[in-house]
Each structure stands twice: as structure tokens, then as C-alpha cells.
Nanobody, 116 residues
Framework: QVQLVESGGGLVHPGGSLRLSCAASGSAVSITTMGWYRQAPGKQREFVATITTGDNTNYADSVKGRFTISRDNAKNTVYLQMLSLKPEDTGVYYC??????????WGQGTQVTVSS
């Protein structure tokens, strides 16, 4: 069983920044792709960013140039540095991992609110 624990969400003014973290734990977990998704109130969950074991990254157009995804394989942790935050970035942010056996795990979510 794999558990994902997210942290780093909060309330920030427009133009501000936040850094999200997601640590995976579990017996002999072998992670391939790690990523972040978000869900705004009344909307479907959407893709934000992913990073592969080879550090190849992919971003949603809406966050390109403002968000940076990174990972620390020794700690089984993925990060999302968010700069120049906008009110439309508000939502619950979920991390997701894929294992080498192709299982998918989701974190519990962390709230990000961008408001003046």
C-alpha cells in the first residue's frame, strides 16, 4: 500500500507564490511518473504538470512559465513551485503517482486559495 501526504497549500494574494510537496511512502514502492492535478469548485479535476523518472516535464498551458515541477527520488517526493499565482489557480491540488507495475495513487489534496 502506498500513501501520499501533501503539504504546502494555503491562502495567498494574487501574484504570490506557494510550494507544494507530496511525499510517497510504502513498502518497496517503485515510482515512475509523478504529477499534480487540481480541481476548482464546480469543475472537473484537471491536469497541471507531470515529471518522469528521466526528469522530462509536461505542463498545462495555463501554468507554463509560472509553475515548476521537480522531484527528489531519494525521498520519493514531488514538488510544485507556483509563482505569479492568479485567482483562477484556486482549487484543491492533488498529487498522483504511477508505479512501475502501473498502479495509480492519489493524495488527499491540499487547498490553494488565491484571493485579495
Amino acid at each position: 500500500q502506498v500513501q501520499l501526504v501533501e503539504s504546502g497549500g494555503g491562502l495567498v494574494h494574487p501574484g504570490g507564490s506557494l510550494r507544494l510537496s507530496c511525499a510517497a511512502s510504502g513498502s518497496a514502492v517503485s515510482i515512475t511518473t509523478m504529477g499534480w492535478y487540481r480541481q476548482a469548485p464546480g469543475k472537473q479535476r484537471e491536469f497541471v504538470a507531470t515529471i518522469t523518472t528521466g526528469d522530462n516535464t509536461n505542463y498545462a498551458d495555463s501554468v507554463k512559465g509560472r509553475f515548476t515541477i521537480s522531484r527528489d527520488n531519494a525521498k520519493n517526493t514531488v514538488y510544485l513551485q507556483m509563482l505569479s499565482l492568479k485567482p483562477e489557480d484556486t482549487g484543491v491540488y492533488y498529487c498522483r503517482i504511477r508505479t512501475r507495475l502501473d498502479y495509480i495513487y492519489w493524495g488527499q489534496g491540499t487547498q490553494v486559495t488565491v484571493s485579495s
